[in-house]
């Protein structure tokens, strides 16, 4: 790679794997920048694979992934980097614990603007020091472990991705490609990030104070089919009449047997699964229209504003107002 390759026009990202990574981790974010490429991103993309000593490596799923660099000679070059990215997956923690490895991502990262994980590959950031005193997630699964092997990280287990400054970490497989539809945001605006995640079909960037689960799977799925189909209904029903008498009645129950039964079964109370469904489509509503607080509350089923105003701070810790501040997409 050339020393004064961010000279040359282009936007060079090294994505470092190992043995057991997951190819999703690598693929997705790879066709993102790909695709912004393609459809017209300037200064555009180039992506390298780097692995330790520039071999093939084995994901989890058994396919093998060709290198296109060396990490240990990007490292020992003067080669500067626009974005740094390691991907996650099984041999995370292997990895992490690879001395060498962990030594030479610290030292291509002094030379890249940005640095970036993708599910746990966090953990590798994190044994290179380069987590400390910054925010950071990772899948939901490894949350709890990452904060314990490093109390300096602060760990946010429930958004989909997390920027702090030039640190860039997301959580698990799919939340790898909302990250990089940020950076290419980052980068060259919100019309270009939309035009991508179109091309690609998925979903116009979620924000990255996203939960990483919907109301749905939070709960358990259902055992009987009465309850099962019930919660499959609610989501697109939550302005109808939803108190325990009208849904047991549908439910075929009694109310009493349906309450019962319901928190059994999803591990969680009518009210309360209903609560997180209004609040899940309170935020999606927040953060894609303009219609006022009141017209949303009422939209999601709730009378006043206040009544969202107050399950809006149990369950995301701010106010609708501040979170559309923070997550509206209309601009893209």
Do not use: K
Not at 11 to 39: I, K, S
Not at 159 to 168: A, F, H, L, N, S
Request: hydrophobic share 40%; proline share 4%; net charge positive.
């Amino acid at each position: 790679m050339p020393d004064n390759q961010l000279v040359t026009g282009e936007r060079t990202v090294v994505l470092v794997v190992f043995d057991r990574m997951q190819t999703l981790d690598l693929v997705g974010p790879f066709e993102v920048l790909r695709a912004a490429t393609r459809l017209g991103a300037q200064p555009p993309y180039r992506m390298l694979v780097a692995s330790r000593r520039g071999r093939r490596v084995g994901s989890e799923s058994g396919l093998d992934i060709g290198s296109d660099v060396s990490l240990s000679e990007l490292a020992s070059s003067r080669s500067r980097v626009d974005t740094l990215v390691v991907v996650g997956g099984e041999g995370s923690r292997t990895a992490a614990a690879d001395t060498g490895l962990v030594a030479d991502v610290a030292r291509v990262a002094r030379r890249s603007r940005r640095v970036a994980s993708v599910c746990t590959g966090a953990f590798v950031l994190g044994a290179a020091g380069l987590l400390d005193g910054r925010a950071a997630t990772t899948h939901w699964a490894s949350c709890d472990e990452l904060a314990e092997r490093h109390p300096d990280v602060d760990v946010r287990p429930d958004q989909i991705y997390v920027r702090d400054g030039d640190r860039w970490t997301s959580a698990g497989v799919t939340a790898g490609i909302d990250l990089f539809l940020a950076l290419v945001e980052d980068d060259h605006g919100p019309e270009l990030a939309h035009t991508v995640s179109r091309w690609l079909v998925v979903f116009n960037r979620r924000p990255g104070g996203q939960s990483q689960f919907s109301a749905q799977l939070r709960a358990r799925p259902a055992a009987s089919r009465s309850i099962g189909d019930l919660q499959r209904w609610l989501p697109d029903h939550l302005d109808d009449d939803v108190r325990v008498e009208a849904l047991a009645a549908r439910a075929g129950m009694s109310e009493r047997t349906f309450a019962r039964a319901f928190r059994r079964e999803t591990g969680t109370t009518p009210a309360a699964f209903i609560e997180t469904l209004r609040v899940e489509a309170a935020r999606q509503l927040l953060e894609t229209t303009d219609i006022n607080v009141s017209a949303v509350a009422r939209r999601v089923g709730m009378r006043h504003a206040e009544t969202l105003h107050r399950a809006f701070r149990r369950a995301v810790g701010t106010t609708p107002d501040r979170y559309r501040q923070h997550f509206s997409r209309r601009a893209s």
